[in-house]
């Protein structure tokens, strides 16, 4: 049966200002934190009408800036932001891991409809490792894995983690991922930087004995190495084979190696890296396909003395192979540094990963630094930088399957019918305005089909013209349909 989408596009003549271009492509993100109560909700003692909300409130401000995409932490600690019968509900949630919301509601379910309403993708963030917050005072509910599987898990600083050498371990997380995929419309699964826990000086994690157990002839950090390749090489086989293929992505920390430790290594001196302190050997697992997107985290501003945005941006840009590379940014450091109070240190960011075509976006630490605008940097985004919308980038290795074209109808001088036969779903338009095909800029985004447009409103001058091109649901583009 043929799906008839129908956009009736009303032209009211008025004339406005010209934006600056910008990609027609481009991931721009925003994690949202809910560990610690960093971004949403902003208390875990919050009414469920007051985190609905706040969300709905950071939802707009993304959709007003220009973004398309965010990136929320669902599972910070072993726990949910969801109806679970796998983990409790989370203590940054509600104020008592376990407790439930009152008046019940599904977070997740809420938060995805708010931000798919919007036009934005939806990533859900998840932990894999992290499993108490605080050993000493966060709420752990009795049914919490960490005291049904007391033997699964080892305590190391003030935190407890889940054993990356257990087999249980890895299973019970990909059921966990499973679990989500299944029941809920994300866009995409999204690991964070915490694999091994960051070292801290003096202690060693403790896992000799299952070293000894498990370890073999391997070294013991290339053990370590190991057990994390098997958890993301196992993750990426269950989304590949889940029903509905979503995007996997991992965010690492910003440095991979160090040069002077592997001629691979970027020319950085980095305290602690992914390869040699978390056992995360992000560039195996992007030469072999594992992840769909990297978001490395480089959070070091252009110049620094260490760590140099530009020599770190390259790096990641020259070792993709092929895979999207979306840059974290460092948001939270406005106004720390020299380098992070000088007004201009993002918006640089911004051109000078636009110069590179390996480097598909931005996403940005954290959501809080938004609602403050800090240094101005959210205005400067909205205004400047992001002042045109932009469709996530599509991934050819997922779907190569480009949408029918629109068929646009004029019904009166005043009106325009834009109709689409396809037996699939769709995600919206993109209206685009320039001189010819070879020179248009995208101008505005339709994801809901009862929107009324100002044609005459996105030209920008005599000599625009406005074209109209189908997005499919991986976000390839169907050829540009003139509006005449």
């Not at 249980?168 to 994300?186: P, Q």
């Not at 299952?210 to 993301?232: A, M, T, V």
């Not at 940097?377 to 949408?403: C, F, H, R």
Request: charged share 20%; glycine share 6%; with cysteine.
């Amino acid at each position: 049966m043929k799906q008839l989408t129908q956009l009736v596009i009303f032209i009211l003549f008025f004339s406005t200002c010209a934006t600056a271009q910008n990609p027609t492509f481009e991931f721009r993100a925003v994690w949202i934190a809910t560990v610690n109560n960093i971004d949403w909700p902003s208390s875990k003692n919050l009414t469920v009408a007051q985190q609905k909300e706040e969300f709905i409130k950071l939802a707009d401000l993304y959709q007003k800036m220009g973004l398309n995409a965010l990136v929320v932490q669902v599972r910070p600690a072993a726990d949910a932001f969801y109806p679970s019968t796998l983990e409790p509900w989370s203590e940054f949630l509600t104020g008592s891991q376990g407790r439930s919301p009152m008046p019940f509601y599904d977070p997740l379910r809420f938060m995805i409809q708010e931000t798919h309403k919007r036009g934005m993708e939806f990533h859900a963030w998840l932990n894999p490792y992290r499993a108490v917050f605080n050993i000493h005072n966060s709420s752990i509910a009795h049914h919490h894995i960490t005291k049904t599987k007391k033997e699964w898990f080892l305590n190391y600083g003030d935190k407890k983690y889940f054993n990356p050498a257990l087999q249980e371990v890895r299973d019970y997380f990909i059921a966990v991922v499973l679990d989500i995929v299944n029941r809920y419309d994300v866009d995409g699964i999204h690991i964070d930087d915490y694999f091994y826990p960051y070292r801290i000086p003096g202690k060693e994690f403790p896992d000799q004995k299952f070293y000894l157990k498990y370890g073999k002839s391997l070294s013991k950090d290339d053990w370590r190495r190991s057990n994390c390749d098997s958890i993301i090489k196992q993750l990426w086989i269950a989304i590949n084979n889940a029903p509905r293929r979503i995007k996997f992505g991992v965010s690492p920390f910003g440095v991979w190696r160090n040069k002077d430790k592997d001629p691979l290594g970027s020319q950085t001196k980095a305290g602690q890296t992914n390869y040699d302190d978390l056992y995360a050997n992000i560039l195996l697992w992007l030469k072999k396909g594992w992840m769909d997107y990297c978001a490395p985290q480089l959070y070091w501003e252009r110049g620094h003395q260490l760590c140099d945005y530009d020599t770190l941006l390259n790096w990641w840009a020259n070792n993709s192979f092929g895979r999207h590379i979306y840059v974290g940014h460092a948001l939270y450091k406005a106004g720390t540094t020299k380098g992070y109070s000088d007004l201009n240190e993002l918006p640089n960011e911004i051109i000078s990963l636009r110069k590179n075509p390996n480097i598909h976006g931005s996403v940005y630490f954290s959501s809080a630094g938004f609602v403050k605008n800090v240094n101005g940097w959210g205005d400067s985004l909205q205004q400047n930088y992001y002042a045109t919308p932009a469709i996530v980038p599509p991934m050819p290795w997922i779907n190569k399957e480009i949408p029918p074209e629109p068929i646009v109808k004029e019904k009166t001088y005043k009106t325009y019918s834009i109709q689409i036969f396809n037996s699939k779903p769709i995600k919206g338009f993109a209206l685009f305005v320039g001189e010819d095909k070879s020179s248009v800029t995208c101008k505005k985004i339709i994801t809901n089909l009862n929107e009324e447009i100002d044609i005459e409103a996105l030209k920008k001058d005599l000599f625009s013209r406005v074209y109209i091109a189908t997005i499919g649901l991986n976000n390839n583009l169907s050829n540009l349909v003139e509006v005449k």
